[in-house]
């Protein structure tokens, strides 16, 4: 069993950023793949960006790609999401999740096995 607790999450003004942390219990094959996900109110989960941690392979969704970097603390067993340029669309509720690889997928939420609490975010 993976348990997984986010951090980082604020209030913050367009245009600027935050950085967000997912510390894993332990680094399990059931963990291989780690994915930030997203839920606004009266919205859908999405996934964000998700990371592949034995090749460091990265994946981000169309709407964050070039402002959002996925990373992976192999020593911390924690993954991050840098947020830069953020803009109020971006608000939702962040979630990382876990599941034994992202090479397929990879933004589907029902095929993720663990989930963190969630952190919020903010962006006015």
């Known amino acids: 069993h993976v348990q997984l607790v986010e951090s980082g999450g604020g209030s913050v003004q367009a245009g600027g950023s935050l950085r967000l942390s997912c510390a894993t219990s332990s680094y399990t094959v059931s963990s291989v793949c780690m994915g930030w996900f997203r839920q606004a109110p009266g919205k859908e989960r999405e996934g964000v960006a998700a990371?592949?941690?034995?090749?460091?392979?990265?994946y981000y969704a169309d709407s964050v790609r070039g402002r959002f970097t996925i990373s992976h603390d192999k020593v911390k067993n924690t993954v991050y999401l840098q947020m830069n340029s953020l803009k109020p669309v971006d608000t939702a509720m962040y979630y990382c999740?876990?599941?034994?690889?992202?090479?397929?997928?990879?933004?589907?939420?029902?095929?993720?096995?663990?989930w963190g609490q969630g952190t919020q975010v903010t962006v006015s």
């Open positions: 990371i592949h941690t034995t090749v460091g392979s990265t």
């Open positions: 999740a876990a599941k034994s690889t992202c090479y397929y997928s990879t933004y589907d939420p029902s095929t993720y096995s663990y």
